[in-house]
């Protein structure tokens, strides 16, 4: 866990004002740490918008500076790293499902690899889980690209576009709950592919592109919130890919990024549209329009919803946060009601299906919103990371009420996605809290990262066929919703279960991982290999990967040997090992500096061998 301000003042800010618009954006990249994360930071602190990043890959071909990683550890690794970055810059990380098989000399030949219709289909994906009005991608799909795999996803974008809203293209998708979408405008950035440790220029204005069609953003303006410009902003979230060995010096002055307009949606017009949000309503009053169908109704009511957004931001006090209270609870209440009642507003089966999950995901954003302006903290918390199969462990709930209003009818409900899992309800004397007893069964399966679980084939991995988009890792395994009043208004919230332990220099939150007891005994646990994947792909060599992981400390040095791509590394640790300052062959360093993960059992080997959590650290 981050020992930063992730959930403080500033963070509710930029939550807050975030809920009445709706100018999302999807930025489309290739490899974790192609996105511009100054870009980022502008748009989601600059103005307010969801931001979500999309990598075809999860960067398992490229450089590890840092790390012994290689292939799907280091793709874990990545992925980590591609959190911290998002925490700092605001955004959020998914991932598609190609392997990088490292560097792609053309996008022609990494589009015969994963197949032009197959990366058109994932991108569809995306759009039409993340809901955006605006689309940007990170390439352009020509020589400036550099790697193939860059110029791939340029290629592909613009067919994706356009596929997005169309109900006929890509139908199976909405059997995982995707229904079609169409984003208003598509841009394209206009930087070319580079390396760290390159001479470039980044940030400077560029004549030959200051004419009809582009678009030029200065991400050095500053950001009042936290006193810093967007793109220190930026530099500092690029500086989590520690792998890449990117560097990049915060510095407060311009930065100059350049888009151009590259396709809109059908029937918007193109004239006069370079702006970012130049011609589009980014209020929540413009759903009735799209995807509601126009319905003058449904307009009434969303500018009802506006009015209470608009209201709780502009009395937001970071110093009295409760202020903003009621307004919250009523935005929250409001979406809720409103969800309930679409059916009799909007008559079309898909659009209906489109607002009801926009509407969801913002009411539940109202709900924590709310919940931290009134001083409420919803905790859930199990006393073990991990379990094997056939074994218990207690499930712990409660309400924090720090605020000047306090909850009533409380009730605690544990959701439990381990299949087969006994959940006992423990009493207890405080109406705020509740406890479980929670059981797996004996033959409960190994956690395993969800595209981990199959073999995978030469360029892509097999997802689950009820994956809707490509997460950084599963939810977790246990949560925990609670429902209560806060005076007269309902309020819903809900938390994941997490092992909270300490280690030398800081702590971490884990989610609970099903293992395997070694056949030693002892107490010693033991994770296996995932799946053999196909001929061509990176996989465990002749040796199994094993880790183990001791009952209790000790000062004995256990060190299993095992090998993995063909080099022989050994696992675990020593009482001296701890203390090093530097990460070595047989510790997990963290992507936060100067913290470095101690138990071997965290290791993105033992993540991708099954039986560990994938909790960052």
């Known amino acids: 866990m981050r020992d930063d301000l992730g959930s403080g003042a500033a963070s509710l800010v930029y939550l807050v004002r975030g809920l009445g618009t709706t100018g999302d954006v999807l930025h489309l990249c290739a490899h974790p740490d192609d996105e511009d994360s100054g870009l980022l930071a502008f748009l989601a602190h600059g103005h307010a918008a969801r931001v979500v990043t999309w990598s075809a890959t999860r960067g398992e071909g490229g450089q590890s500076r840092v790390a012994p990683y290689t ?122 592919d580079w390396a760290p440790g390159e001479k470039v220029q980044l940030g400077v204005r560029r004549p030959e592109l200051e004419q009809p069609g582009y678009l030029r953003l200065n991400t050095g303006s500053w950001d009042p919130v936290v006193n810093l410009t967007f793109q220190e902003q930026g530099a500092i979230a690029l500086n989590q890919h520690l792998t890449q060995g990117t560097t990049s010096v915060p510095v407060p002055t311009d930065h100059f990024v350049y888009l151009r307009l590259e396709q809109v949606a059908p029937g ?121 199969p056939g074994e218990s462990m207690l499930l712990s709930a409660r309400l924090l009420a720090f605020g000047h209003q306090q909850p009533h009818d409380v009730a605690f409900h544990p959701v439990v996605s381990l299949a087969g899992a006994d959940v006992r309800r423990i009493e207890a004397a405080d109406p705020q809290e509740a406890s479980f007893l929670v059981t797996v069964p004996a033959d409960a399966e190994l956690s395993c990262p969800y595209w981990l679980r199959a073999p995978r084939g030469d360029y892509a991995y097999a997802w689950p066929e009820e994956t809707a988009v490509g997460e950084p890792f599963d939810p977790a395994p246990i949560t925990v919703d609670c429902e209560l009043q806060v005076g007269s208004r309902p309020l819903r919230l809900s938390a994941p279960a997490l092992c909270e332990e300490s280690f030398a220099g800081g702590h971490r939150q884990l989610a609970t991982a099903i293992s395997r ?7 010693w646990v033991a994770t296996s290999c995932a799946p053999a994947t196909s001929r061509n792909s990176s996989s465990c060599a002749s040796e199994c990967s094993v880790t183990t992981r001791a009952p209790a400390p000790s000062k004995a040095c256990s060190r299993s040997p095992c090998r993995r791509a063909g080099r022989r590394h050994r696992t675990g640790c020593s009482s001296a090992c701890a203390r090093r300052a530097t990460p070595t062959p047989w510790l997990s360093p963290s992507p936060f500096p100067r913290t470095y993960r101690r138990d071997v059992s965290r290791s993105p080997t033992a993540c991708a061998a099954g039986g560990a959590s994938t909790s960052r650290p």
């Open 71 to 192: 292939g799907r550890e280091l793709g874990i690794y990545r992925t980590w790293e591609s959190l911290d970055a998002r925490a700092v810059d605001g955004g959020e990380s998914w991932f598609g499902p190609f392997y990088d098989d490292d560097y792609s000399k053309s996008g022609a030949e990494t589009l015969e690899k994963w197949g032009k219709e197959r990366l058109v289909r994932e991108i569809v994906r995306a759009i039409r889980a993340a809901q955006p009005q605006v689309v940007i991608s990170a390439w352009r799909g020509d020589e400036s690209d550099g790697h193939g795999h860059h110029a791939a996803v340029g290629a592909a974008v613009r067919e994706a576009f356009a596929a997005a809203g169309d109900p006929a293209r890509f139908p199976d998708l909405e059997s995982v709950g995707l229904v079609a979408w169409q984003p208003r405008k598509l841009f394209v950035c206009m930087r070319s």
């Open 517 to 523: 007891r070694s056949p030693s005994g002892q107490g």
């Open 268 to 388: 918007f017009p193109s004239s006069g549209s370079e702006g970012l949000y130049e011609g589009l309503d980014t209020s929540l009053a413009a759903l009735a329009d799209y995807p509601g169908g126009g319905s003058g109704a449904l307009r009434r009511e969303l500018e009802a919803v506006q009015h209470l957004a608009t209201a709780a931001a502009e009395c937001l006090h970071v110093d009295e946060p409760w202020r903003s209270g009621a307004a919250l609870l009523d935005l929250a209440e409001g979406l809720a009601d409103l969800e309930g009642r679409l059916s009799d507003l909007v008559p079309d089966r898909v659009s209906r299906t489109a607002l009801v999950d926009y509407l969801a995901r913002r009411r539940r954003l109202a709900e924590a919103a709310a919940a931290r302006c009134l001083g409420l903290r919803l905790v859930a918390s199990v006393d073990r990371a991990t379990l094997t």
